[in-house]
């Protein structure tokens, strides 16, 4: 067993490609290994900087031989079949071919064994086609060369039991030889193995593997900070980043200068992880320190002095613009910014960001009537405002920025808090991990935004396909969702949904259809024409929630809720509170757990394909109501009275919204079910009382059904 050893040498390649590309090019390596026959123990990929690095240990010395078998034409065949055969065999004639009987019958079979070939020789096909095959996101052409690579490439290490395999890439022949540091150990280096390959990097301060590399900077930037009395500010992205910058971390401290500690902390922090990739560090009571940590790729002879300074010069150039737009951008005030909104354009086919704010300022206002404590002014007032932040200089300059600022500069023209935080807040939540907002005035804004851009893209069909996503609808359906249940909200959606649809196919009609209050309860609102001149779509609300279906199947699959359960509760139709929807949900993923549950889940699948079965077989339905009088035995009129007292029982106890409790009147129809189906044929010989008894199995799926559709229930 020998051991295989590659590295591939280039110029700088970029942090967010090299944990891709290392594994992209273990598994190309590792699957011709298979194509070949080749076996190994172990193998790892590595990466810095400057390399891609691979070791497979336990590779045999060469190919296992193998036996190949072909069956040929019948013994006294046509000589132009025989011809055939014996041509695609190479060297072998007919003579050395066997001959066996196949069920009474003689054919030829040719046994052709080939050795394996010394893996060495197998090596630079392998590799060679592996380093042409990586993909890269973007790849580069250099000097006369006709490849591409992501950067140009300088050096090919490649080492089988210490042997070197002859693969060449464009200029580069594999050779023994690394490099080190560019700037500590810039020479070659020649090496045998991979133990002394990673030994002899270390000592030219290259450190091979990233989580070492990882785990140093932490360690180092952590002691710093701690012996200055501080705390390092975590920042997974940008240790990430980092750590593919550098092949030999030295992390020092700088100061920030007093006059830029005014600015708020989240430029600061902006500034210095965007432009410089340094880490922040805070006080004991959680504000930003006036100091920053930098990781350097070198050791300075003074101690990190003059690179310390150099950052601090850097950073208080960086620091100087970003005063400058917070001195300026105060100057004026948000309110006065709004109109230039008109000149940016939200989408071709949805108008500008001022159209927008018009739509979402009624829609957060009509929110406010769902949402308990929303002020109504305040809700109007931080719609207003809340995009005006876009115009501002250190928007444009930082865009990460927006939201942030329009608290900022909202709060110096004195408006109230919580329109300064719905402004902050309007853009959230944008994924699983960010804060969703609970302030009232907050969640409305943030609900009403969210709201209009999917009733928007709907409108112009722009929906989501595939795994394309491009206006991020799904995230925002998921803002939806989490703003309504983490606040436990009722909330009308299909109506929110067509009116925020009618608003943008008619700004004319759309505020008619709001005028008119009256017509949210009007039951035609889903059947057409809901006034003169409508021009909404009335399909189009019922095709939103049914995505909105699917993103609720997403944000409860962590939670353990199965997806059966959302849609046995969501083929009722109608549907549209989340909050009883999904009270509908626990309440049946409480009863399908117990004995009681699963009996009525299995009576109901019995009486449903019973039904099924004898509907197709006789052309005809038997939906409706069974009559008292034909029933011949007593489990059918036990049954028959079951049902009634058990769906009075739970239509009440629906309306009231307490599911529960339906469910526990549901399951007094285990006990009559059960001697039903022990006791009464079904399918009798009588015609009237057939039918009757089929009238009776209907209405097991009709009780059952006024809490949800069983019949999309799994198990």
Not at 238 to 245: K, N, P, R
Not at 663 to 686: C, W
Not at 696 to 706: D, K, N, P, R, W
């Amino acid at each position: 067993m020998a051991e295989l050893l590659l590295e591939l040498f280039s110029e700088e390649i970029p942090a967010r490609m090299q944990a891709t590309a290392a594994a992209d090019l273990k598994r190309l390596v590792e699957d011709g290994l298979k194509k070949a026959g080749l076996d190994w123990t172990k193998s790892e990929a590595f990466v810095t900087p400057r390399r891609l690095a691979l070791v497979i240990d336990g590779l045999p010395e060469k190919q296992p031989d193998v036996k190949d078998e072909r069956k040929g034409p019948q013994v006294g065949a046509p000589e132009q079949a025989l011809a055939g055969f014996v041509k695609s065999l190479g060297d072998m004639s007919l003579d050395d071919c066997e001959q066996r009987d196949v069920k009474g019958k003689m054919f030829y079979f040719a046994v052709i064994e080939k050795k394996g070939e010394p893996t060495l020789q197998v090596l630079p096909g392998l590799l060679d086609a592996a380093i042409n095959a990586l993909p890269w996101p973007k790849s580069m052409r250099w000097g006369a060369g006709t490849k591409r690579w992501v950067r140009p490439l300088h050096n090919i290490l490649a080492l089988f039991g210490g042997s070197v395999v002859p693969v060449t890439f464009e200029h580069c022949t594999a050779n023994q030889h690394t490099f080190g540091h560019r700037f500590l150990n810039p020479g070659p280096i020649a090496v045998t193995n991979f133990a002394d390959y990673r030994a002899k990097l270390m000592d030219a301060h290259v450190m091979l593997c990233p989580s070492e590399r990882r785990a140093e900077i932490v360690s180092q930037a952590e002691k710093l900070a701690e012996n200055a009395g501080l705390t390092l500010r975590p920042d997974e992205g940008l240790l990430q980043e980092v750590t593919g910058l550098i092949e030999w971390p030295v992390v020092l401290m700088g100061s920030i200068d007093a006059e830029f500690m005014e600015v708020p902390p989240e430029v600061l922090t902006t500034t210095m992880r965007i432009n410089q990739k340094y880490f922040t560090v805070l006080n004991a009571d959680g504000t930003l320190a006036p100091n920053f940590i930098v990781v350097a790729n070198q050791m300075a002879t003074d101690g990190g002095e003059a690179i310390v300074a150099g950052n601090e010069r850097v950073l208080r150039a960086r620091l100087s613009d970003a005063k400058f737009f917070w001195d300026q951008d105060r100057k004026t005030s948000l309110a006065s910014r709004t109109p230039a909104l008109k000149d940016i354009v939200f989408h071709a086919k949805l108008g500008t960001v001022d159209e927008k704010i018009d739509r979402v300022q009624a829609l957060s206002a009509d929110l406010c009537a769902y949402i308990p404590g929303a002020d109504r002014d305040h809700v109007r007032s931080a719609a207003r405002l809340a995009k005006a932040d876009l115009v501002t200089g250190m928007v444009g300059e930082f865009p990460e920025l927006q939201g942030v600022m329009g608290r900022y500069y909202a709060l110096a023209d004195g408006e109230s808090l919580d329109v300064a935080n719905a402004i902050a807040e309007h853009y959230s939540p944008v994924g699983p991990g960010d804060a969703c907002p609970t302030a009232p005035v907050s969640v409305a804004v943030a609900m009403a935004d969210k709201l209009d851009t999917l009733a928007g893209f709907w409108t112009i069909d722009e929906k989501p396909t595939g795994s394309k996503d491009p206006f991020a609808l799904r995230r925002a359906a998921l803002g939806v969702i989490r703003l309504i249940v983490e606040n436990k909200l009722r909330i009308p959606l299909t109506d929110l949904f067509y009116k925020q649809h009618c608003l943008h196919v008619s700004n004319e009609t759309g505020r008619r259809y709001i005028e008119k209050k009256k017509l949210l309860d009007d039951p035609d609102i889903r059947g057409g024409e809901v006034f003169a001149g409508a021009v909404g779509d009335t399909a189009l609300p019922y095709d939103l929630l049914a995505f909105f279906a699917d993103r609720l199947k997403v944000h409860l699959k962590g939670e353990g809720v199965r997806h059966d359960l959302i849609d046995a509760v969501f083929s009722l139709g109608g549907e549209d509170d989340l909050v009883r929807l999904l009270a509908r949900v626990d309440a049946l993923s409480a009863f399908v757990a117990t004995d009681d549950g699963a009996n009525l889940l299995a009576a109901h699948k019995r009486a449903t394909n019973i039904l099924r079965i004898e509907e197709k077989k006789d052309g005809a339905s038997y939906q409706g109501t069974p009559n008292e009088s034909a029933f011949v035995e007593d489990a059918e009129r036990t049954l028959f009275q079951a049902l009634k007292a058990a769906g009075a029982t739970s239509k009440a106890l629906v309306a009231d919204e307490k599911f529960s409790d339906a469910m526990s009147a549901l399951a007094q129809l285990r006990g009559p079910l059960d001697v039903f189906f022990e006791a009464v044929l079904v399918n009798a010989d009588d015609k009237t009382v057939r039918e009757n008894r089929l009238k009776l199995l209907s209405q097991i799926q009709s009780v059952m059904g006024e809490i949800a559709d069983f019949s999309k229930i799994e198990g």
